[in-house]
């Protein structure tokens, strides 16, 4: 018998009808990843990290599932794929700056059980996820508080 792991997955997006979009996105992590636990409020943000006419509709979700990290990590940005995202954030040149882009769904790996990754396609816990308020405030609404440590 395979191992259940606890995730913590963060959602958002900024184009089209973004309430059926974090909707969708829950559906196909239901489907394909496992079963939701816990799902957060929907969080109207505004960008970050560059500029946009478009606001941010953001959520978390906890998820039991059965995949490895590097399975899960798949899963997510396949999910994206076929929801249409087309662009993900890039890496430019030596300063390791980040440029991002409008996107009809993000979902990023917040938290997996206990597990410290630092890969170059993978870093859990999320190592952004204690700048952004889009991220913890809709963790903090489904995380018990003693265990969110930075």
Same mark, same amino acid.
């Given at each position: 018998?395979?191992? *259940?792991?606890? *995730?913590?997955?963060?959602?958002?997006?900024?184009?089209?009808?973004?309430?059926?979009?974090?909707?969708?996105?829950?559906?196909?992590?239901?489907?394909?990843?496992?079963? *939701? &636990?816990?799902?957060?409020?929907?969080?109207?943000?505004?960008?970050?990290?560059?500029?946009?006419?478009?606001?941010f509709l953001?959520?978390?979700v906890c *998820?039991?599932?059965?995949?490895?990290?590097?399975?899960?990590?798949?899963?997510?940005?396949?999910?994206?794929?076929?929801?249409?995202?087309?662009?993900?954030?890039?890496?430019?040149?030596?300063?390791?700056?980040?440029?991002?882009?409008? &996107?009809?769904?993000?979902?990023?790996?917040?938290?997996?059980?206990?597990?410290?990754?630092?890969?170059?396609?993978?870093?859990?816990?999320?190592?952004?996820?204690?700048?952004?308020?889009?991220?913890?405030?809709?963790?903090?609404?489904?995380?018990?508080?003693?265990?969110?440590?930075?």
């Amino acid at each position: 018998m395979l191992k *259940v792991h606890t *995730v913590y997955l963060s959602l958002g997006t900024n184009l089209g009808d973004k309430e059926h979009n974090l909707l969708s996105a829950i559906t196909e992590i239901e489907r394909r990843i496992g079963p *939701v &636990r816990a799902q957060s409020a929907f969080l109207s943000t505004e960008p970050w990290g560059f500029e946009s006419e478009n606001t941010f509709l953001n959520a978390a979700v906890c *998820v039991e599932t059965e995949l490895s990290p590097n399975a899960l990590l798949r899963v997510t940005q396949q999910i994206e794929r076929d929801m249409g995202r087309t662009e993900k954030s890039t890496i430019n040149g030596q300063q390791s700056t980040v440029t991002y882009h409008d &996107r009809i769904i993000d979902i990023d790996i917040l938290l997996y059980d206990d597990l410290h990754i630092n890969t170059p396609k993978l870093t859990i816990p999320h190592p952004h996820m204690y700048e952004r308020d889009f991220v913890l405030i809709p963790l903090r609404e489904i995380l018990p508080q003693k265990e969110l440590k930075q």
